[in-house]
């Protein structure tokens, strides 16, 4: 299976790593707008091309997989691209996402190729055991927790306020509600009552700390319903202490069988992760390979995580499953 890599910031080369240990993938291009010769790749011989020349790869390449952002990149970029390829994204403005899957879908259905939108793992594994959770439960309620991780859409935010020189903002899932709703409780939980978050903030010669933490902890959207602790730290501590990008958290749902409802389960999942971005690649990359098996199969158009079956991703036969997983 011959994989096209669109941008290289830590998702592309997330990406670049798990082809690397899929023995059935090969990494062929990566392309990227910025000066193709200041590109220095990990993966020997790759050529690294610049995305004007993206059409002149059509007939060499099986999945191209995006690695751009949910922002501005990928609404473009991905119905763009389902003209010419079979792709994979990681789109994850989930309000969005039935827009985002509408528009790959016409582009994909049009020129025959398949497409697979918002997979990572929230969106993907985490909607899953979610959907799985209702099914099996539909008495009952969810819970999503996130973290301890790095969020670098928040970081990001941070470090637009003037003054800020680098941050790492944490999201922590309080311990109070996620022990409450692990022993079977269904509480009802504000914003505020599952996380908190944990900034640490590096900040410019000069620049005032006080105002700086205002604006952080009044942010709407981003702080503002949420209890924020600032930390001001020095650029050597930031580099040291906060130089990964971790991540994980659970989806739970509590529910009741019986004909009175009278007994209680809890499904939980979690993941805990040292490396978002390397996780999500990983993702991406096995769902490459079911884009791929559906493509030969010819069913065209747009998939999210829902409509994919798990014989898909892997690269082992049916036959293999059935008798060392089943």
């Known amino acids: 299976m011959k994989i096209g890599i669109v941008g290289y910031g830590n998702l592309g ?3 670049e790593c798990a082809v690397k240990q899929n023995e059935d993938t090969e990494l062929v291009a990566i392309f990227t707008r910025r000066n193709t010769k200041d590109l ?10 610049n995305v ?4 002149n790869w059509k007939d060499k390449i099986d999945v191209l997989i995006l690695c ?12 763009k691209y389902a003209k ?3 792709v994979v994204d990681s789109f994850d403005t989930h309000a969005r996402i039935p827009e985002h899957f509408a528009n790959v879908d016409k582009s994909a259905k049009e020129n025959k190729h398949t497409a697979i939108i918002s997979v990572g793992w929230d969106p993907g594994l985490f909607s899953l055991n979610r959907m799985y959770a209702n099914a099996i439960l539909p008495n009952g309620k969810d819970y999503t927790f996130w973290g301890r991780g790095v969020s670098q859409g928040h970081s990001d935010a941070i470090r637009r306020i003037e003054g800020v020189a680098d941050a790492r903002q944490y999201t922590v899932p309080v311990e109070k509600a996620l022990n409450s709703v692990r022993n079977g409780e269904t509480p009802e939980l504000s914003v505020r009552e599952k996380h908190t978050r944990e900034c640490y903030v590096v900040v410019k010669d000069g620049a005032d700390k006080s105002r700086i933490e205002h604006e952080i902890v009044t942010m709407p959207n981003y702080f503002d319903e949420y209890d924020t602790t600032v930390h001001f730290i020095s650029q050597e501590e930031l580099d040291k202490n906060h130089k990964g ?3 994980g958290g659970f989806v739970i749902r509590n529910g009741k069988t019986g004909w009175s409802n009278e007994t209680k389960h809890t499904i939980e999942y979690s993941l805990k992760l040292e490396s978002n971005p390397e996780f999500t690649s990983s993702v991406l990359v096995a769902f490459a390979r079911a884009v791929y098996k559906l493509n030969k199969e010819g069913q065209h158009g747009c998939k999210t995580i829902f409509d ?5 991703l892997s690269s082992k036969t049916p036959e293999e499953l059935r008798k060392t997983m089943l």
């Open 13 to 15: 080369k997330g990406v």
């Open 68 to 79: 751009g952002g949910s922002a501005t990149d990928l609404p473009e970029q991905t119905p």
């Open 52 to 55: 004007s020349e993206i059409e």
């Open 308 to 312: 994919i079956a798990p014989a898909y």
């Open 245 to 247: 990008i971790p991540h």
């Open 84 to 86: 010419m390829f079979n």
């Open 40 to 49: 220095k790749v990990l993966t020997e011989g790759v050529p690294v091309v």
